[in-house]
């Protein structure tokens, strides 16, 4: 491909990479792919599309060639929003993991945390030990954290088009889940909410009747934006037939998630390879034959019917077992601190910090130990699948044996079926490329990490 | 910083080889030694006493490796603790020796459809002119996952083969990362593969291993194609070069970055935060449990 290709030139790579053929599509290449545009002389135009661009779906920046209004070459630039926390998980204890790894794909937080705790309960052995209302309130979480992921992804692909109304139905939509989310974590992005062997701690009282209130608002709020986009010929015009990725392109590119179900293939890890119990859910997986854009909006309302449904038995279940533990028993692992609301906010228990600090001196070395220090894990790797809303999120972890992870991997939806935008894109028309990029949904906060 | 980028790769972790912070260390734990601050007077105590908890829990586990049982990949040796290397080490534990041992190859019977996955591909590779024992390493069962070792000339010939074979099909190629482990010597660098069965319901990894000095290996993009922005990310933050990619380019770094991230030399960064006239080091040189 490269040397085909005009303006692949050697650049600025160390000697590990000579005689390497390099492809540049970022940093200082720009200028020379114009200057090479005006020394050739061709009627041959390059867009320069992002990274700050209002419909780039993100800090994604897309050089294209074009030729009238068909879009002859696409090619993404990304990268721009890269903070290393992978790496910075290997100087964080495997708890702490959890407050960085959330901060990835940040309009899917919890999905990442409970990857990566799952992950870590794997490289211990206790995955059986997790208490039942843990996993629950994980399912919890994650349903209605991929309902809220879907609504921002109808609602900015919307707004991408020029439809604000879409754009503010959907965001106020995700604003009722936001007020669920606050009300169980007391954040609404970035929760830091589930650690290794459970949760930080259980639902308040309460909550679930306010998430039962919740929930018809949020459906009818699902049921206006299909509404509004479903029959509407505008945006049918703008998206039927448009960013075309069949079944063969999907699997050859490792593409999952709506994506993939859009071309009839009823993939979903949650199936696939079932974890925190969701063999034991009553849920259907949707699916379109179209592999088209407009498929893949109308899959994403249905997975968020679907969600609601898991959201729906999960507070049932929640209801039926009554309260109880939401961490490992075993003290060594287990978080030691209670949370209690004090006048400053929530914090450690006004109880546990009189035990530790006025009548057990244990107490207090075990506190100390393991919020410092952290509980140590068996070397080894684990790799866990889990079903994102764009897509299967791998997260790889190895430990060396330490408190820390020796290496954390987040095999992010995103970045993969972000590789689909030349399939998608080259051929069609220069506005059909917002269509194509927002049925990707990509999330950049997890295409960089 | 292409000076600390190029430090010694088959030296400790980052953290391990701080002598400043181990001087803070000591000199910490000298109980009231004029230390600015209130709590001071506990923190050394408590500091102590994690460090006895904390030896305590490294002696099953090394007593552990001498038994019978599986058999370990030594990867790593590691001297000491909270990365204290003079005679300023107060803690007690700067004669611990802890090998670092991942999983050894496992015997069989692998349990499961492991066994089945192994024995076909075997034959497979059989009809195609490669023996086995050329192309698998060895085959390590962990924690309920299967990880196949491949000698990196016959990677694309394994992947090609679990994507192919009707009993294999493993069809979806997920992704590519890699692993350092600098103290390994002539393995330094695995790269590990994500491979999932659609069809038969199935997940394994494959984990290559490659020298430091030649850090080479075949693109598996001819046969998984959504491989390539995830070799790229590899070679990006590992600096591992897969032969035949097609356009092998950094993706996240900026393309004229000097060294690779996520290598364990390559040191985190950040600055020294002063707070109510302490300075904490970044989080790389911090006082660690190695």
Not at chain 2, 117 to 143: N, T
């Amino acid at each position: 491909m490269s040397e085909q290709t005009p303006h692949a030139s050697a650049h600025i790579v160390d000697e590990g990479a000579e005689g390497v053929p390099t492809f540049e599509a970022t940093g200082g290449d720009w200028s020379q792919i114009a200057e090479e545009a005006a020394r050739l002389g061709e009627e041959r135009i390059v867009v320069n599309m992002g990274p700050q661009h209002p419909s780039t779906h993100g800090v994604l920046r897309l050089m294209l060639e074009i030729d009238g209004e068909t879009v002859t070459e696409a090619r993404c630039g990304v990268g721009y929003l890269h903070t290393g926390i992978e790496k910075q998980m290997e100087y964080r204890t495997w708890t702490q993991g959890v407050t960085l790894c959330t901060r990835m794909d940040y309009l899917a937080p919890f999905f990442q945390e409970v990857g990566h705790c799952l992950a870590v309960e794997k490289l211990l052995g206790i995955t059986d030990d997790v208490p039942e209302r843990a996993t629950v309130i994980r399912v919890l979480l994650m349903e209605l954290n991929r309902v809220a992921s879907h609504l921002v992804a109808l609602a900015t692909g919307g707004n991408e088009l020029g439809a604000t109304t879409i754009m503010t139905t959907g965001f106020t939509g995700r604003e009722e889940i936001l007020k669920i989310f606050e009300l169980i974590t007391g954040l609404r992005m970035n929760h830091g909410f589930i650690r290794p062997g459970g949760v930080a701690q259980d639902i308040p009282p309460g909550a679930l009747d306010t998430i039962r209130e919740t929930l018809p608002r949020v459906r009818d709020y699902i049921g206006q934006l299909s509404d509004l986009m479903l029959g509407n010929p505008i945006f049918k015009g703008r998206l039927v037939d448009v960013g075309y990725l069949g079944l063969a392109g999907c699997m050859a590119l490792g593409i999952t998630g709506p994506m993939l179900r859009a071309t009839g293939l009823p993939y979903d890890v949650r199936k696939h390879t079932p974890y925190c119990g969701y063999e034991t859910y009553d849920f259907d997986v949707p699916t379109a034959t179209e592999a088209d854009s407009y498929a893949r909006v109308v899959l994403r309302i249905e997975e968020c019917h679907q969600s609601l449904r898991i959201v729906e038995q999960a507070l049932d279940r929640l209801q039926a077992m009554g309260p109880g533990p939401v961490m490992v028993a075993d003290k060594k692992i287990a978080w030691p601190a209670q949370l209690a609301i004090g006048s400053d906010g929530m914090g450690n228990s006004l109880d546990h910090i009189r035990e530790i600090m006025g009548t057990s001196m244990e107490a207090l070395i075990h506190h100390f130990k393991l919020v410092t220090e952290g509980f140590r894990v068996p070397a080894g790797q684990a790799t866990q699948a889990i079903e994102h809303p764009r897509g299967e999120m791998l997260v790889h972890l190895v430990s060396d044996g330490g408190t820390r992870p020796y290496r954390a991997h987040f095999r992010d939806p995103s970045f993969n079926n972000l590789q689909a935008v030349s399939l998608m894109c080259e051929g069609g028309l220069l506005a059909d490329v917002v269509v194509a990029v927002a049925g990707i949904d990509p999330v950049m906060g997890g295409v960089d990490r | 910083m292409s000076d600390d980028v190029r430090r010694d790769a088959t030296g400790d972790d980052a953290p391990a080889d701080a002598p400043a912070e181990a001087k803070d260390a000591a000199a910490a734990a000298k109980a009231g030694a004029g230390v600015v601050g209130t709590p001071a007077s506990d923190t050394p105590q408590t500091a102590t006493e994690a460090a006895h908890e904390a030896g305590a829990q490294h002696l099953p586990a090394t007593a552990g490796e001498g038994a019978a049982g599986p058999v370990l990949d030594v990867v790593a040796v590691r001297r000491g603790m909270f990365g204290a290397q003079d005679t300023g080490d107060t803690s007690g534990y700067g004669g611990l020796v802890r090998t670092v041992a991942m999983p050894g190859p496992s015997e069989r019977p692998y349990g499961g459809w492991f066994d089945e996955v192994v024995d076909i591909l075997a034959e497979v590779l059989a009809e195609q002119g490669v023996p086995y024992e050329a192309a698998i390493e060895k085959v390590v069962v962990d924690r309920g996952e299967l990880t196949l070792f491949v000698r990196r000339e016959h990677v694309v010939t394994v992947c090609r083969a679990l994507r192919d074979d009707q009993d294999l099909r493993f069809e979806l190629g997920l992704g590519v990362s890699g692993v350092h482990y600098p103290a390994d010597a002539g393995r330094e660098l695995h790269a590990v593969y994500h491979l999932c069965s659609v069809t038969h319901g199935r997940r394994l990894r494959l984990e290559v291993a490659v020298p430091d000095a030649d850090p080479h290996i075949p693109s598996s993009t001819p046969v998984y194609p959504g491989h390539d922005w995830h070799e790229r990310e590899t070679y990006d933050f590992f600096g591992i070069v897969f032969d035949g990619h097609p356009g092998l380019a950094r993706i996240e770094m900026p393309d004229d970055w000097p060294g690779h991230p996520q290598r364990k030399d390559y040191p985190l960064g950040g600055i020294p935060v002063e707070y109510k006239g302490a300075h904490i080091p970044p989080p790389d040189q911090r006082r660690a449990y190695n």
